[in-house]
């Protein structure tokens, strides 16, 4: 991304820290663990825009900055959601068919199993809850649209019934007592931390399973390693974690019918490699003042506009 930038004539500084940095600058470019708070933005009036190389966005107050009329874009390309969908219904499947646990009988030399002590389940009229229903979760939809699933449920601060009538939109506590595997994907904020914890996690059903392939602290781990370990889920696959990488006493580790990913099982070369021409192209119309390909804060171009004037 540096490399394409200082191609077509812009000045990039490298720094681990932007903090570091004294000179003006005019945009910045980021991932989602570097932070971007507001004595940073204080320092830097001079700043149009920040742009991150992936889709998450955690390490700003979006709000903030939307009040000072700083943009801020990220890197939401087809092939990134699109991948994190993928993703999504492969872990689904695999705790459903249960697929580390015949993996681990073979390589243990444990017998088969006779018909009547299996214990996987297809995907076929399954009841599938999505929390959240952004880009991913809506490519979660269109993918399993061919599996004949059973209903789709949905929990979203922002429901579109008449958009999506194939979705029924409901509470959250509905939609943990009556799916069958309960997906995450919602960012990280004051309102989603700590979101599913015990008591959410005891409203699943024995059958159910979760996956969360999003931000970590969204799920309660210490509760969920609980539930495992008392069989009152059937399994769980996590992406992301609290603290990365994931402590090794964590107890989700030796947590049974856990499958455990270290925060890139979605992340594909046809992924990375479509963000770089995005951030590119959210750098150049930031600095333009034009509106970048993947806006996060459309409100902003209006108080950009009012501050410049």
């Known amino acids: 991304m540096a490399d394409e930038l200082t191609r077509r004539g812009h000045?990039?500084?490298?720094?681990?820290?932007?903090?570091?940095?004294?000179?003006?600058?005019?945009?910045?470019?980021?991932?989602?663990?570097?932070?971007?708070?507001?004595?940073?933005?204080?320092?830097?009036?001079?700043?149009?825009?920040v742009a991150f190389a992936s889709s998450g966005v955690n390490s700003i107050d979006v709000h903030d900055a939307t009040r000072r009329g700083i943009v801020v874009a990220n890197g939401a390309t087809p092939q990134n959601?699109?991948?994190?969908?993928?993703?999504?219904?492969?872990?689904?499947?695999?705790?459903?068919?249960?697929?580390?646990d015949r993996m681990a009988a073979l390589a243990?030399?444990?017998?088969?199993?006779?018909?009547?002590?299996?214990?996987?389940?297809?995907?076929?009229?399954?009841?599938?809850?999505?929390?959240?229903?952004?880009?991913?979760a809506q490519e979660v939809f269109a993918r399993l649209a061919g599996w004949k699933v059973g209903r789709i449920l949905c929990h979203t601060r922002s429901p579109r019934p008449e958009a999506w009538p194939e979705v029924e939109f409901c509470p959250l506590d509905r939609l943990l007592r009556e799916s069958d595997v309960v997906s995450v994907h919602l960012p990280l904020t004051g309102a989603?931390?700590?979101?599913?914890?015990?008591?959410?996690?005891?409203?699943?059903r024995r059958e159910a399973t979760l996956i969360n392939t999003s931000r970590g602290g969204i799920v309660d781990e210490e509760a969920l390693a609980e539930c495992l370990h008392q069989g009152s889920i059937a399994g769980a696959a996590i992406d992301t974690f609290r603290i990365e990488p994931l402590p090794?006493?964590?107890?989700?580790?030796?947590?049974?019918?856990?499958?455990?990913?270290?925060?890139?099982?979605?992340?594909?070369?046809?992924?990375?490699r479509s963000l770089v021409p995005a951030a590119v192209a959210n750098i150049e119309q930031i600095l333009t003042g034009g509106r970048p390909p993947h806006l996060v804060n459309p409100d902003a171009l209006a108080s950009s506009v009012v501050a410049s004037r």
Do not use: C, K, Q, W
């Open 11 to 49: 000045e990039v500084v490298r720094a681990d820290d932007p903090s570091t940095v004294t000179a003006p600058f005019d945009a910045l470019l980021v991932t989602s663990r570097t932070p971007v708070g507001p004595d940073l933005l204080d320092r830097h009036p001079e700043l149009r825009g």
């Open 81 to 100: 959601h699109g991948s994190m969908a993928e993703a999504t219904i492969m872990l689904a499947l695999a705790l459903r068919l249960r697929l580390p």
């Open 108 to 136: 243990n030399g444990r017998r088969r199993p006779r018909p009547a002590e299996l214990d996987s389940h297809s995907l076929l009229g399954a009841t599938i809850g999505l929390i959240g229903f952004g880009r991913i």
């Open 192 to 204: 989603t931390r700590g979101l599913i914890g015990r008591d959410e996690l005891g409203l699943m």
């Open 248 to 272: 090794a006493d964590s107890p989700l580790r030796d947590a049974p019918n856990a499958i455990l990913t270290d925060h890139v099982v979605g992340h594909t070369v046809e992924m990375y």
